[in-house]
């Protein structure tokens, strides 16, 4: 066996029967749950036991995640959306028109996390709105960690049935 043979048996391309896939879904759906629009979650609990200056900084990487998101989403909001939309419309069509089982498990990796990047805007959008403080912005932070994990927790179930079907119906080493 040569390099090359060697590297792509590690690397395959035939992702739902490789471990690989697996632990990127894992890893994945771990970090989106952990940080809550770009504040890791750790930090929210901490500002809701002890408060102080735990809440404090809270309140102020909140607030310069909320100024980032909606800056961004004002500037070039529908640039995003439209790119967004044509990318997972071509990993669509290429993963399920074309068969392309990759495309499949990108698609299946990025269609929910465009959900919770929608999401997240949404929640930034709400926060700087109400100028949310306190127990207002604990609530706000949960309820999206809350909803990305059940987000996260469908798109795990239907990768794994949709990786299932794709062993058994074509089998785990290319049929």
């Known amino acids: 066996m040569d390099w090359y043979q060697i590297l792509f048996e590690l690397i395959d391309m035939r992702s739902f029967s490789n471990l690989w896939f697996w632990i990127v879904l894992a890893v994945v759906w771990s970090t989106a749950s952990h940080w809550v629009i770009g504040v890791p979650y750790d930090m929210v609990l901490r500002a809701r036991r002890q408060g102080g200056q735990a809440q404090v900084d809270l309140e ?58 929608i ?42 049935l949709w990786g299932m079907y794709q062993n058994m119906a074509i089998g785990p080493l290319g049929g």
């Open 60 to 117: 102020d990487m909140v607030r310069i995640m909320v100024n980032r998101m909606m800056y961004i989403a004002q500037l070039s909001g529908l640039w995003l959306l439209g790119f967004g939309c044509f990318g997972l419309t071509m990993l669509g069509l290429l993963a399920f028109y074309y068969n392309m089982e990759f495309a499949q498990a990108v698609f299946l990796l990025a269609f929910p996390l465009s959900i919770v990047g």
């Open 119 to 160: 999401l997240s805007i949404s929640t930034a959008r709400l926060i700087q709105l109400e100028d949310a403080k306190g127990e207002r912005l604990h609530k706000r932070l949960l309820r999206h960690r809350l909803y990305t994990q059940i987000i996260g927790m469908v798109a795990i179930f239907v990768t794994a």
